[in-house]
C-alpha cells in the first residue's frame, strides 16, 4: 500500500483555504502537515482551524522544512513562478495554481528549474482528472459520437470587488486569466489537439482595465470551438461538443459540485422532445482527485497530470486570444510550447 505524501500550502488564500486544503486532507495519499502566511498569526489561525501540524510566519521558512516532500502554491497569479522556482530549489515537488504563469517564457524558467532539480512539477486545473471530464473525453472518441465538429462553452460569474486580486490587472487578474482557460484546456483535453488560430474580441472595465467580457474562436484541425467568458455576468458554466451523431454537453463543467453527482447529457437530437440520455458520475471531490494523483505520480515515479509543457501550450492559445484582441484580425498559436 503506498503511504502519503507529505505536503506543505504557500499562502492562507481563500481557494485553499475553502476548497483545496480541506479537499486534500481527505486524500488517500495527501496529508497537508504545514501551512505558511507572511504573518505568522495568520497562519496559526488556519493551522488551527484546519488541523494543520505547523504554521510558518514566511514562505521561506516553509521551504526549508526538511519534512515537506510537496508544496501547493496558491499565492496571487503573479508571484506563482516566483515561488514556483524556489520551491523547485529548495527540492520540493510543486503543484501550482493555474495559470502558472502569464506568459510562456516564464513557464520555461520554471521547467529549467524542474529539469535540474530532478522533481515533479503541474499545474493545478484540477478538472483535468475529474472522472467527468474522464468520460466526456471517453463519449467523444467513441464510435456513436461521430465526427466531432463544433465546440460550445460559457463560463462567467459576477465579482465587481476592486480589492480582490481577480480584478486587479497587475496581479494577472481579469477574465481570460481567471476563467478563459478552463474551456481551452478542457477543448484540448477532450480533442487531443492544438489550436491553430483564434480570433477574439475583449470588453475591459472602464475603471479596473481588467478583461470583463471575452468571446472567442478557436480554429482546432477539423474542428471549430467558441466560448465566452465574463467577470460581471449571471453566473452560467456550460460546456457543449457536436458531433456527426451525437452532442455532449457537460452541465457543472468546472466548478463542479461536491453534495450531489454531476451530469453529462447525450442526445442525438433535441429537436426531438425526447429527453436526452443523462449519464451521473458519483460524488466525487476535484480537488481531492487532484491531489490524489499528483501525489501517486510522485510515488510511482510518473509524470503528473497537467505538465508544464501542457501548461505552456495552454498560455500559448491566452497569449494569441490577447493579440488578436488588440489587433482585431485572426492570430496563429505558437508552437514554441510543443
Not at 13 to 31: C, F, S
Not at 196 to 217: F, G, N
Request: net charge negative.
Amino acid at each position: 500500500m503506498l503511504r502519503k505524501i507529505r505536503w506543505g500550502v504557500l499562502s492562507t488564500a481563500e481557494i485553499g483555504r475553502v476548497k483545496v486544503i480541506p479537499a486534500m486532507q481527505r486524500g488517500d495519499l495527501t496529508e497537508v502537515t504545514a501551512i505558511a502566511s507572511r504573518e505568522l498569526s495568520r497562519a496559526q489561525a488556519v493551522a488551527r482551524e484546519l488541523n494543520i501540524q505547523r504554521a510558518y510566519g514566511s514562505y521561506e521558512e516553509l521551504l526549508q522544512d526538511p519534512d515537506l516532500e510537496a508544496i501547493y502554491i496558491a499565492v496571487p497569479n503573479h508571484m506563482h513562478v516566483e515561488w514556483s522556482v524556489k520551491a523547485i530549489e529548495a527540492g520540493k515537488h510543486v503543484l501550482c495554481e493555474k495559470p502558472l504563469s502569464t506568459s510562456v517564457a516564464e513557464i520555461r524558467k520554471v521547467a529549467a528549474a524542474r529539469d535540474r532539480a530532478g522533481v515533479k512539477v503541474g499545474e493545478a486545473f484540477m478538472v483535468h482528472t475529474h472522472p467527468q471530464w474522464v468520460k466526456t473525453r471517453e463519449l467523444v472518441q467513441s464510435p456513436a459520437f461521430g465526427r466531432l465538429r463544433a465546440i460550445h462553452g460559457f463560463f462567467s460569474y459576477n465579482f465587481v470587488d476592486p480589492k480582490n486580486i481577480r480584478n486587479i490587472l497587475e496581479y494577472g487578474g481579469g477574465g481570460m486569466r481567471d476563467v478563459g482557460g478552463y474551456p481551452i484546456h478542457t477543448s484540448r483535453f477532450v480533442t487531443g489537439l492544438e489550436p491553430v488560430r483564434v480570433v477574439a474580441t475583449m470588453e475591459a472595465d472602464p475603471v479596473m482595465k481588467i478583461d470583463r467580457l471575452d468571446t472567442v474562436l478557436l480554429e482546432f484541425p477539423g474542428v471549430q470551438a467558441a466560448f465566452t467568458c465574463a467577470t460581471q455576468l449571471v453566473p452560467y458554466q456550460r460546456m457543449q461538443f457536436f458531433g456527426t451523431g451525437e452532442r455532449v454537453e457537460v452541465v457543472i463543467p468546472f466548478n463542479t459540485p461536491i453534495d450531489r453527482p454531476c451530469r453529462i447529457l447525450v442526445d442525438t437530437n433535441d429537436l426531438s422532445g425526447i429527453p436526452p440520455v443523462a449519464i451521473e458520475i458519483p460524488v466525487c471531490d476535484q480537488y481531492t482527485i487532484q491531489a490524489d494523483a499528483f501525489s501517486r505520480a510522485i510515488l510511482e515515479n510518473q509524470e503528473v497530470p497537467v505538465t508544464l509543457e501542457n501548461a505552456m501550450a495552454n498560455e500559448a492559445v491566452v497569449d494569441a486570444v490577447f493579440r488578436s484582441a488588440e489587433t482585431g484580425a485572426w492570430t496563429a498559436v505558437s508552437t514554441v510550447a510543443r
